[in-house]
């Protein structure tokens, strides 16, 4: 048998070394891969109850085993599973696998959430959304200057796919999550993603799971704040191997009562990330008490129930998951009843969860053969050979995101975004760049000598493939905002107590007090952000935000910055430009051009934070000139947005002479 064993590897594609080749059998690797959606599907239902419900202090154990409590009338009501963010993003996922092959591009998966997306998203991904609908593509729309959520745990709740379908080749999990994890996060918030896709794909081969989290580690820079974070709370339980509840105080102190200010909600990445650690640990392995201190950890606690459901699932298998979860209804003859009900997505069908699985499987083995492994067949089993050294390419292809900022006279430099893990090569094949302008290697920079418009167009080459697209380059004139004697605004100071009763999002410094930022150069951290909150009304309002100076201007273009936004408001359902005209009275500008163009709706998952629209119009002479516009008003779930007065969000609005 050994020697028979020995013959197969020999055989495997490219003269692979056997020691880097993990053998599987399809019947196992189907269990397990069947074990990663009914585990999170049991995380996801037995975690909903106690979303956000644990905040200051953990949940009590004495009330254990939890349950399913309120969602179990909904399993009965519905005959089934049913979709919810930590699930329906994977199903969408599977679908763009199977439609493009197992490695999507950026572009493809945009197109998906654009059309799938269209409610129930929150934080990171609806930030991301709205970004995306303004033009951009990943990783665009999860950067720290575009997204203002990217610090949020979104990330690491919709991506486990792509490491249960990559069983046993964990740097090539860790690297195919880390860039889908970038669609909606950024810097040490990718890192749980990356964390829980290494264990993911190590779980098919390691039970052990002091090992499985230390092992995944090494997908991260030892120095990382997740890293630290995650051998601290490895430390903890060390520490406190029988007093769970000491090592969450001590967690919660730490990342949650003392997180920066800029980053402390509940829904943080590395908070919530360290929270599924402590589950994992204190569970031991024990499904149903893992379950609980999923939700006792607290915080946003579904979705650590359902991530590491979902980890247990693959560590031991459909077969092994507690029967009365895989049965909440007593006439269910299959886990679930064997049905996934969608009630969350736009045209994703509903499906038999061993479909599902099924078809998971067939990807995971579209992730194996095009990795260099091999399946075979050895008395009638199939199995896998599996490289676990593979490592994951992005597809090339252009990332689209803001345009560059460019100033007549004033040195810049910007780069058009790649996967630093590549060596691409860049050229310019098309158009003139503007004078005092050069490109090198994907970096545009230099000191332009006159503004207007230059069209330009790039190709982008791996050595096997070359891509090409055409960019508008625009060169503004000098910004006369900040030599205005007078700022318009009909709301001057931001109302803090309106604030304070709101379900605000973003770490409070973010806010500015007063208006005057506006003109201040500065479009995102700490005080960028003015909200024209006023009292409490829950009716919209008119805004407008401008400058006067005590010298006539000829004025043919302006910009608005939006700031970050709300889920209930922060942007308009109306807009227009006004100047003074010589008797002082506000009239329309000429009809005005938008680049890019203004939000097609006022519904809110159109709406990007932290983007700037240009707007060009034939020049007017005035002394003034303003943005106006009615604010929107978004019916929100929480009860505190009900009676909170509309609001504009802006960071920055500047002003060009002719």
């Known amino acids: 048998m050994l020697r028979k064993t020995v013959f197969i590897l020999v055989l495997l594609p490219f003269c692979l070394q056997a020691q880097q080749v993990r053998k599987i059998s399809k019947e196992v690797m189907e269990d397990k891969i069947a074990g990663a959606w009914l585990g999170q599907l049991i995380g996801n239902f037995y975690g909903l109850p106690f979303e956000n419900k644990f905040v200051e202090n953990p949940g009590p154990d004495e009330n254990w085993p939890y349950g399913y409590t309120k969602n179990l009338d909904r399993l009965e009501l519905t005959g089934g599973a049913f979709s919810d963010d930590d699930t329906d993003f994977e199903y969408i996922y599977l679908m763009q696998m199977e439609k493009y092959g197992c490695e999507p591009t950026y572009a493809q998966l945009r197109e998906a959430w654009m059309y799938h997306v269209r409610d129930r998203v929150w934080l990171a991904n609806r930030a991301a959304l709205g970004l995306m609908h303004h033009g951009f593509t990943p990783p665009f729309t999860g950067m720290r200057s575009n997204n203002p959520h990217w610090y949020q745990i979104d990330a690491q709740l919709i991506n486990e796919i792509w490491a249960y379908t990559a069983p046993g080749m964990v740097t090539y999990a860790a690297q195919k999550s880390e860039w889908a994890a970038r669609i909606t996060s950024d810097d040490w918030a990718v890192d749980p993603t990356v964390h829980y896709g290494a264990m993911y794909a190590n779980a098919f081969f390691e039970k052990d799971i002091e090992k499985l989290v230390l092992n995944a580690l090494q997908q991260l820079p030892a120095d990382s704040r997740y890293a630290q974070t995650v051998r601290e709370m490895v430390d903890l339980y060390k520490k406190y191997p029988n007093d769970w509840k000491r090592a969450r105080q001590i967690m919660a102190e730490k990342y949650y009562v003392n ?316 807009f227009n430009i006004q100047y003074q005209d010589e008797k002082g009275k506000w009239v329309p500008v000429p009809s005005f051009k938008s680049y890019p163009r203004l939000p097609e709706t006022d519904i809110v998952f159109f709406q990007p934070h932290f983007v700037e629209f240009v707007f060009e119009f034939d020049p007017v002479k005035t002394k003034a000139i303003r943005i106006i516009g009615d604010t929107k008003v978004q019916q929100h779930w929480h009860k505190y947005t009900k009676n909170v007065s509309a609001f504009t969000s802006i960071t920055e609005l500047s002003v060009y002479e002719k």
């Open 259 to 574: 997180e920066n200010a800029m980053t402390k909600t509940i829904w943080n990445a590395n908070l919530n990330g360290a929270c599924g650690i402590l589950s994992f640990l204190y569970g031991k392995g024990d499904f149903q008490l893992t379950m609980d201190l999923g939700c006792a950890m607290g915080f946003d606690a579904d979705n650590q129930t359902a991530t590491i459901g979902g980890l247990l699932g693959v560590m031991y298998g459909a077969s092994a998951l507690p029967e009365n979860l895989l049965y909440p209804i007593k006439n269910w003859a299959k886990p679930f009843n064997d049905k996934y009900i969608n009630v969350t997505r736009h045209d994703m069908p509903d499906a038999t969860i061993s479909d599902i699985i099924d078809r998971t499987v067939k990807q995971a083995e579209n992730v194996i053969l095009k990795n260099r492994g091999k399946k075979s067949t050895s008395r009638g089993k199939e199995y896998y050979y599996i490289n676990t050294k593979a490592i994951f390419n992005a597809p090339l292809e252009f990332y689209v995101g803001p345009a560059p900022v460019m100033h007549a006279g004033q040195a810049f430099e910007y780069v058009f975004y790649t996967n630093s893990n590549q060596n691409y090569e860049w050229k310019l094949v098309g158009g003139a760049l503007p004078e005092g302008v050069n490109f090198d290697k994907g970096k545009i920079s230099g000191t332009p000598k006159k503004a207007g418009k230059f069209n330009i167009k790039l190709s982008l080459g791996d050595g096997k493939k070359v891509v090409k697209k055409s960019f508008e380059l625009l060169v503004r004139s000098q910004n006369i905002a900040s030599q205005a004697d007078t700022i318009y605004a009909n709301v001057n100071t931001l109302n803090t107590q309106v604030l304070d009763s709101t379900w605000y999002t973003f770490g409070k410094p973010m806010y500015a007090q007063t208006v005057d930022v506006i003109n201040d150069g500065i479009v995102s951290g700490e005080g960028s952000v003015f909200y024209s909150l006023a009292a409490k009304a829950n009716i919209p309002k008119v805004d407008y935000f401008g400058y006067g100076w005590k010298e006539t201007k000829e004025i043919g273009m302006i910009a608005f910055h939006l700031g970050c936004m709300e889920e209930f408001g922060g942007w308009w359902s109306s």
